[in-house]
């Protein structure tokens, strides 16, 4: 899923008071009114009413993801129950005295054991579940256990995900990046026309999207476990949209005092 392109923002500026606060309600494109809907205003009204500028402003931000695991798994087939379990055993015993030899610490390890007779032997499975924050490290790893253990071992590919917290950062990034964006353009229009931005009046997020990053289509045609750890972490990466309303108060410049 992509984003479709947002269309060209349409600033609404209202630099005369306004007599009917319902007339924000009937604006149209241009900032014009609808015919018969503009009321007088008098001059008390021009003294007290408040005048505004409407902006909007959008943004998009993308983060890659913070976590990777890594499976691996050995098993054993062996007429004594014995002989099985211990051939098990030393290899998981091996593996993670050598992650944690590497850095990984006990916490990102998890170790399961599966033991199960299968017709006139017995069979057992193990596999360690790793949790890496560091790519790099995870890859060192990776190959450090491809080249000490045998064939009968199998390390899956890294599977990337992101936590529930940096999802929620990546939301709150791309709204406070739209207000930014908005509130710089306000203050841009109001320099232009010689008037000094006031106080907001009112902020709205008005919408927002989530999707992650696709490869394109040559690369996605291929299997997912032929891709590369690059290719992975780009499918993988999410980007955030956000687009905001704000309504901001306008000045008049403040006229500098003569001294005597």
Wanted: net charge positive.
């Amino acid at each position: 899923m992509s984003l479709q392109k947002t269309p060209p923002t349409r600033v609404f500026v209202e630099l005369v008071p306004w007599a009917d606060r319902g007339r924000e309600n009937n604006l149209i494109s241009g900032g014009v009114t609808q015919p018969g809907l503009h009321h007088p205003v008098s001059s008390t009204q021009a003294q007290t009413a408040t005048r505004e500028v409407h902006v909007s402003g959008t943004s998009e931000v993308s983060a890659g993801p913070d976590r990777a695991q890594v499976a691996v798994r050995v098993s054993s087939t062996k007429e004594v129950a014995a002989e099985a379990k211990k051939s098990v055993c030393r290899r998981l015993d091996y593996i993670t005295q050598s992650l944690q030899q590497q850095g990984v610490q006990a916490e990102n390890i998890t170790v399961t054991k599966d033991f199960r007779r299968v017709e006139n032997a017995y069979h057992m499975e193990g596999e360690v579940c790793i949790t890496f924050t560091e790519f790099g490290k995870m890859q060192n790893i990776c190959n450090f256990l491809v080249e000490k253990l045998d064939s009968s071992v199998v390390i899956s590919p890294p599977q990337f995900y992101h936590t529930p917290g940096s999802v929620e950062n990546l939301r709150r990034q791309a709204c406070l990046v739209a207000v930014e964006n908005a509130w710089r353009k306000a203050q841009e229009v109001c320099n232009l026309v010689g008037q000094t931005l006031g106080k907001p009046l009112l902020i709205k997020e008005e919408e927002t999207k989530e999707w992650e990053g696709q490869i394109d289509d040559h690369q996605s045609s291929r299997l997912s476990s032929s891709l590369t750890v690059q290719q992975k972490i780009k499918s993988a990466t999410i980007h955030a949209a956000s687009k905001v309303f704000l309504t901001f108060e306008v000045k008049g410049k403040e006229k500098k005092k003569k001294h005597l």
